[in-house]
């Protein structure tokens, strides 16, 4: 495979991570909204964490598409 077709899967993997690790969040999220401050602590540090990731993701696209 060429070396755009392996940044491609990257993106793709990257992304598969990210939306499994919000998917994993809805248990916290729930909690939150029933009023645990333990499960909107989580909840903040996932999102940021994910924020994060998207940023990066977002960055190696920018760059693929410079190529």
């Known amino acids: ?17 990210i939306m499994e690790e919000l998917a994993a969040a809805t248990e916290d999220a729930e909690k939150c909204e029933t009023g645990n401050a333990s499960a909107g ?11 994060k990731e998207l940023k990066e993701l977002r960055a190696v696209i920018l760059e693929q598409s410079k190529q």
């Not at 077709?5 to 993106?11: A, D, P, Q, S």
Request: net charge positive.
């Open 1 to 17: 495979p060429t070396n755009q077709h392996k940044e491609k899967k990257m993106i793709v993997e990257k992304l598969k991570v």
């Open 41 to 51: 602590r989580r909840l903040r540090k996932i999102s940021m964490n994910a924020i």
